[in-house]
């Protein structure tokens, strides 16, 4: 195994004589203790609350209602799942009813468990200013990850984490926790398959992508318990190691995204029955419901936006993870046919009714706009007609380590619109939160980039101001400074955009 890692990544033949040293937590004395909790949307009116447990549990519940000290309702399900290699069970419970827009309290019943709160879900066509952020690329902090290479004033040193989290861009998800109201994250979370990097693993390869993975999850839970953190797929979730050889080390458990299935596959929503009038739209959402395939495509409404989450990964021609892509990884395909993806998009996208929910937003996790001519062309002859024939207005992708902020563009021509009301979408990456590989230099311009960061960790917020106007800011996680501002105006006089 160590010989082979020393092939693969290029590590000193001292590989051979480092003891393993997974950097698993402790498991709490009271395996019902809740960790990893996690929030999603999952209706109109619904929150599905997810979690692990060291222990099976018969019937997860949670108690809620709208005040700490009078938790009166009662959820539960049967759901508790695991896998091969996890230490854990995952379990979700959905709350049902929500009054729109409001505090809820909430505990998951355990003996070790406490009171946490989160807002629930803005009802579609609701015209109050929200914001979401995009946090995307982000990895495991402390001993397993954190790195920028080569400059230590930009690397976090703390080897633990204490309860302020002092992760740039977590800290200051948690600092600015009253800023926003959910987070969308798609693609590549906690980079346990890059656990080769740190000396320790090379003799402990199952137990410490384990190991990271719960790492990851705690860290993130006090954002993900109090916010509604929607997830899909990157190429880190695939398998247990990137390098082509190193898979045949990948045990049963490690292989073909399983701890991101088992983890969200049950929290998050299929697509929304339509709050249209029309009767088309009405259709095209129940087929959309039909064909969408949460953890990796799905979307959902929430106040002035409809969001669609999609998979760059797997089914779709030329699709880079799955058998025969170019990433190598065999993973997928997840559909039940061969377009399904891309015939859940095209029902979705024209379900969507501006009336109610003026803005479009998709987000994925590889870009096919990106400086340094790193974009997914696959991604693009999938994604990109689809996306400007239903005037998507904004598209949200990472893969890339950095941030960047794109004009309004199709087939890689700029729209002479500008910002101003234009036909094509925006894009942005913000792939800059940071994780062990470290950030990815802007390279080469192209001529249709407005603006790259790569000298820190950075975040994006998207804001919704009206039904007109959408801003987006780029953050840097460690001082909180606004490194770049852009606001696009959408007149949406069009109640069913098809262009």
């Known amino acids: 195994m160590e010989t082979l890692l020393t092939v693969v990544k290029g590590l000193p033949v001292l590989a051979i004589v480092v003891a393993a040293a997974a950097s698993y937590p402790a498991i709490p004395s009271d395996l019902t203790t809740p960790v990893q909790q996690r929030l999603a949307i999952n209706g ?88 979401m952020n995009a946090v995307i690329d982000l990895g495991v902090y402390g001993v397993d990850g954190y790195t920028i290479q080569g400059d230590a004033t930009k690397r976090d040193t703390i080897p ?70 929607m997830a899909s797929p990157g190429n880190h979730e695939a398998v247990c190691e990137e390098a082509a050889l190193a898979q045949l080390l990948c045990p049963a458990g490690q292989k073909n995204f399983t701890d991101f299935t088992v983890r969200f596959g049950r929290t998050l929503p299929t697509a929304f029955v339509s709050t249209s009038t029309s009767s088309a739209a009405m ?13 990796f495509w799905y979307s959902f409404e929430y106040g002035m936006a409809h969001v669609v989450m999609i998979d760059t990964e797997t089914d779709f021609a030329g ?41 479009l937003v998709v987000a994925g996790h590889r870009p096919w706009y990106s400086t340094g001519g790193s974009g997914c062309e696959a991604c693009r002859e999938a994604f990109e007609p689809l996306m400007y024939r239903y005037g998507v207005d904004l598209g949200v992708f990472g893969h890339v380590h950095n941030s960047q902020r794109f004009a309004p563009v199709v087939n890689g021509t700029a729209d002479p619109a500008g910002m101003e009301n234009p036909k094509a979408p925006m894009y942005i990456v913000a792939g800059g939160a940071g994780n062990i590989e470290g950030l990815s ?57 098809v262009q």
């Open 283 to 295: 259709v095209a959402a129940n087929k959309a419901r039909a064909l969408a395939n949460p953890p």
């Open 44 to 131: 109109p009116t619904s929150v599905t609350i997810g979690w692990n447990t060291y222990k099976q549990l018969s019937s997860p519940c949670v108690q809620y209602g709208t005040s700490p000290s009078a938790l009166s309702s009662q959820a539960c399900s049967t759901s508790s799942v695991t896998y091969a290699t996890s230490r854990t069970w995952a379990n979700a419970v959905t709350i049902s009813g929500l009054a729109p827009a409001t505090t809820y309290y909430y505990k998951i019943v355990s003996t070790n468990s406490t009171v946490d709160h989160f807002l629930s879900p803005r009802v579609a066509g609701d015209k109050t200013p929200f914001t």
């Open 160 to 229: 633990s984490i204490d309860p302020a989290l002092n992760h740039t861009t977590i800290g200051r998800l948690a600092q600015t926790a009253n800023d926003y109201e959910l987070i969308i994250h798609p693609g590549d979370l906690a980079y346990a398959d890059d656990w080769a990097l740190k000396p320790k693993n090379w003799l402990a390869g199952k137990d410490a992508y384990q190991a990271i993975l719960e790492n990851f999850y705690t860290q993130l839970a006090p954002i993900s318990s109090r916010k509604p953190y």
């Open 319 to 359: 699709a880079p993870d799955q058998p025969g892509g170019e990433a190598g990884l065999g993973a997928g395909p997840f559909g039940r046919y061969t377009s399904q993806q891309l015939d859940f998009l095209a029902a979705d996208l024209a379900s969507v009714d501006r009336e109610v929910t003026p803005w």
């Open 441 to 497: 230099a802007v390279g080469a311009n192209v001529s249709t980039n407005r603006w790259a960061y790569a000298d820190d960790f950075s975040y994006a917020t998207i804001s919704f101001l009206d039904a007109q106007h959408l801003r987006v800011d780029f953050i840097r996680s460690e001082t909180g400074a606004v490194l770049d501002s852009s606001t696009l105006y959408k007149v949406h006089d069009q109640r069913f955009v």
